[in-house]
């Protein structure tokens, strides 16, 4: 098992950016793991927003490509969600999601996924 700790979520103006980083420890090495971030808004689903694998193939939203960035640093177990001129649609609580193995479907379902973060809050004020 890994354990995922996601931060650098907080309060942020319409149009600053936000760095997430989220932070994986556990028996198995960082670098077998495929990776993704994940949000939710209240009484709503919880929507994948990008992913990255093992060889650091990325895939996005639709509706937060271009604005978002994951990245992963496998020697520090460590993968980021850059996240560039933030609005107010972005308010919501923002998960870190791996699993050591890749399933049928879309990386960005939350089926795919075995381990979460706690999750980490990110409000954007116009």
């Known amino acids: 098992p890994v354990k995922l700790v996601e931060s650098g979520g907080g309060s942020v103006q319409a149009g600053g950016s936000l760095r997430l980083s989220c932070e994986g420890s556990?028996?198995?090495?960082?670098?077998?793991?495929?990776l993704a971030w994940f949000r939710q808004v209240p009484g709503k689903e919880r929507e994948g927003i990008a992913s990255?694998?093992?060889?650091?193939?990325?895939d996005y939203a639709d509706s937060v490509e271009g604005s978002f960035t994951i990245s992963r640093d496998n020697r520090k177990s460590m993968v980021y969600l850059q996240i560039s001129n933030l609005k107010p649609e972005d308010t919501a609580m923002y998960y870190c999601?791996?699993?050591?193995?890749?399933?049928?479907?879309?990386?960005?379902?939350?089926?795919?996924?075995?381990?979460w973060g706690q999750g980490t809050q990110v409000t954007v004020s116009s």
């Open positions: 999601a791996a699993t050591s193995h890749r399933s049928d479907g879309s990386p960005l379902s939350s089926t795919m996924y075995n381990y």
């Open positions: 556990g028996d198995y090495s960082f670098t077998i793991y495929y």
């Open positions: 990255i694998d093992p060889w650091s193939n990325t």
